[in-house]
């Protein structure tokens, strides 16, 4: 069955560090990847979008790489502060565009 | 520019009832999704409105169903509520004519079932 998994619940980094979340899905063909972020009792946010013929995206401090021999997603923010603690998400569309996979979510602490 | 509305904010249900929860897409975004999470979860797929046709469905059983209106608003009706219905129901808009490209979250409704 297909699965998405986001390799660790929670991660915890000083503030100016980066920091790393990886993204590994199986039985999977995405068209693209999508990174949100959720703070809690809120609806996500939609951060970037990669598409299966993008190997990297950034925008501002965010980077993320898209492997799909690997079948993996990396996401990045650089210089890390307090205000990017939040829960990120990551999901997966299916060829046509019209479903999506979440995962669980990694939970990111930035200390200062 | 108006955002993606939900209403209610919240909602108490009894189990068996059946519950009706609705959603104003962002002006102008022609697809509406909605999505079921569980505390701890991210958010599961139900599914999603184009043209006011259901146009994708994840693995949610038929007592799940919905409506597009030709506004573009939502709603997302759940009959014979039962006790894992409990969650953060999520709507979501998107500008992108069926695809679930850059998407738009409502802050949720949060249903619980007693």
């Known amino acids: 069955s297909q699965k998405i998994e986001q390799n660790s619940e929670a991660l915890n980094i000083q503030e100016g560090k980066t920091a790393t979340l990886t993204c590994n899905y199986t039985n999977y063909s995405p068209a693209y990847l999508q990174w949100y972020r959720q703070d809690p009792g809120r609806g996500p946010v939609f951060l970037l979008l990669i598409r299966e013929n993008e190997k990297e995206k950034r925008k501002e401090r965010l980077k993320v790489t898209f492997d799909t021999t690997l079948k993996q997603s990396l996401f990045h923010i650089t210089a890390s502060q307090p205000a990017d603690s939040a829960t990120y998400l990551c999901?997966?569309?299916?060829?046509?565009?019209?479903?999506?996979?979440f995962g669980k979510g990694t939970t990111l602490s930035v200390s200062s | 520019e108006t955002g993606v509305t939900q209403s209610p904010t919240h909602l108490i249900k009894t189990r068996g009832q059946q519950v009706t929860l609705r959603c104003s897409s962002q002006?102008?975004?022609?697809?509406v999704s909605w999505y079921q999470q569980a505390l701890g979860q991210g958010p599961q797929f139900i599914f999603q409105?184009?043209?006011?046709?259901?146009?994708g469905r994840g693995n949610f059983p038929p007592r799940f169903s919905g409506l597009q209106f030709p506004n573009y608003s939502s709603e997302l009706n759940v009959n014979a509520l039962e006790l894992d219905d409990s969650a953060l129901y999520l709507c979501?808009?998107?500008?992108?004519?069926?695809?679930?490209?850059?998407?738009?979250f409502g802050p949720g409704t949060r249903l619980t079932v007693l």
């Open positions: 979501a808009s998107s500008p992108t004519g069926g695809r679930l490209d850059t998407q738009y």
């Open positions: 002006s102008g975004h022609n697809t």
């Open positions: 999901a997966l569309a299916n060829q046509a565009g019209t479903a999506l996979i």
């Open positions: 409105y184009y043209r006011e046709e259901e146009n």
